[in-house]
């Protein structure tokens, strides 16, 4: 996930830090509980845990939301966890952090740096890092979670809090309402979250009207064909040329057949076939990435694909019991939908709040799994993600001045100023839950 165009001017910087007093006194109730929310990040990105594997996360979480007074279920969705705070007639506002990290061996530096290893889906051992900033998230979960219930005189509703794990697969959130998120507690009228960037100076807001990030299919490809040697090639039946042939008029599916003004991308990531020079193997291998926004527009992608196999297979005269098998992976990753009017209402309050510390942004074609929770009830939930930049004033200015490349989310190198994230995000969501169940 990227920001773009969201800053314009290294001046913007000093803004982080520091901005005009507020009247309730949240700025400095943030400030006061950062060192504890710091040194909790601290402890999360040493120990980050993989997608559904979260079991020391959400344990240490759980126990905090309970000190504050929230009825904590544990183990939903596998292993997320949903604290619940009652307080009287209002609407139900629902906040969510993602938990896991990724098979990413640490090199930051940083003196809390990661040195775990664990066994992912794949089987192999890896390092495992919070490189998407994750860590920051659970930290600013919490200290909203507190000042919230610090102030339970000045909202009424019921809170929601959930902690989700495996974002990093696209299946966390999907695991948490099929095992009764919507049903077995408050089903929301409000979802807010935020994300870090790393394409964006440490304190600075974003977000996106409408669809923010993109529907995320994996499609398999297997090409059939008659293997033999390659001296002879007239008694076999090439499947890397199939399969080449496949990946071309693959490319026409976006410039050919869609409007040009209607986003989508098709990336063949992995092409696998044979093992030696002189041999014609008897199949091929297509791995392929997929990114829409409109599900119009993302059936037709994969219809689209499927169709242009089996006609490049019969076009090299493959038998119809002999055609390009296609498979798209499920469960795929929703596109994310900001709803408008929510999205105007909450950026509305952020941008007084925050003057010139917030800004319109492009969609993106990456992936969020946190639009299942809009999904699951179009009717009733209104929906919002929204980015706080984490790159440290002086790497935004060396990039400015083209001297570094910054790196990017699921970089080994990715560090975000996680003070200032957390103390952006955590007044943020506050302020957003405050807004939204004040009293009267």
């Known amino acids: ?16 830090a ?22 909790l990040y601290q402890d999360l990105h040493a120990n980050p845990e993989l997608s559904f594997q979260e079991f020391e996360t959400a344990a240490k979480l759980a126990g905090r939301a309970r000190a ?3 009825e904590v279920t544990e183990g939903v969705g596998r292993t997320g966890v949903v604290a619940v705070l009652r307080n009287g007639p209002g609407p139900t506002v629902m906040l969510r952090a993602d938990m896991d990290g990724l098979p990413v061996i640490e090199q930051t530096g940083l003196p809390f740096a990661s040195k775990r290893r664990a066994v992912p889906a794949t089987g192999i051992e890896t390092g ?17 979670a507190k000042l919230l219930a610090e102030r339970r005189d000045q909202w009424s509703g019921t809170l929601v809090m959930i902690l989700q794990p495996a974002e990093e697969i696209g299946e966390g959130a999907k695991a948490m309402l099929d095992d009764g998120l919507y049903t077995r507690f408050p089903k929301p009228d409000y979802v807010l979250a935020f994300h870090d960037a ?11 009207k409408g669809f923010a990030l993109a529907n995320v299919d994996s499609v398999d490809v297997v090409v059939p064909g008659v293997g033999g040697h390659g001296a002879y090639p007239h008694t076999a039946k090439d499947p890397i ?17 869609l409007d040009p003004q209607e986003p989508a991308v098709v990336t063949v990531g992995s092409f696998q076939a044979g093992s030696k020079h002189n041999i014609i193997p008897d199949e091929a291998r297509l791995q392929i990435t997929v990114r829409s926004y409109a599900d119009e527009t993302r059936q037709h992608l994969l219809d689209g694909i499927a169709r242009i196999a089996r006609a490049e297979a019969l076009a090299a005269g493959m038998p119809e019991d002999r055609l390009p098998r296609v498979t798209v992976q499920e469960p795929y990753t929703p596109a994310t939908y900001n709803t408008p009017a929510f999205t105007d209402q909450v950026m509305a309050l952020l941008k007084a709040r925050f003057p010139d510390r917030v800004a319109e942004t492009p969609s993106v074609m990456g992936g969020e799994d946190f639009s299942q929770y809009y999904r699951a009830d179009r009717e009733k939930v209104q929906s919002l993600i929204f980015w706080v930049g984490g790159v440290r004033a002086e790497q935004w200015e060396k990039a400015q001045k083209g001297e570094i490349e910054l790196p990017s989310l699921h970089s080994p190198f990715w560090a975000p100023d996680a003070p200032v994230v957390i103390a952006t995000a955590t007044e943020a969501l506050t302020a957003a839950a ?3 169940m004040k009293k009267g």
Do not use: K
Request: include cysteine; proline fraction near 3%.
């Open 18 to 39: 520091a901005g005009p007093a507020r009247a309730d006194g949240l700025r400095e109730a943030v400030a006061a509980e950062l060192p504890a929310l710091v040194e």
């Open 241 to 257: 040329v199939i399969a080449a042939h496949i990946v071309t008029r693959l490319q026409t599916l976006v410039s050919r057949e």
């Open 198 to 208: 790393a394409q964006a100076p440490a304190g600075m807001i974003g977000y996106t």
């Open 128 to 144: 495992v890092m919070h490189a998407c900033g994750h860590d920051t998230h659970v930290a600013a979960w919490l200290g909203t």
């Open 434 to 436: 405050l807004e939204l």
């Open 1 to 16: 996930m990227r920001m773009v165009r969201l800053a314009g001017a290294v001046g913007l910087l000093a803004l982080v």
């Open 68 to 70: 504050l007074g929230f």
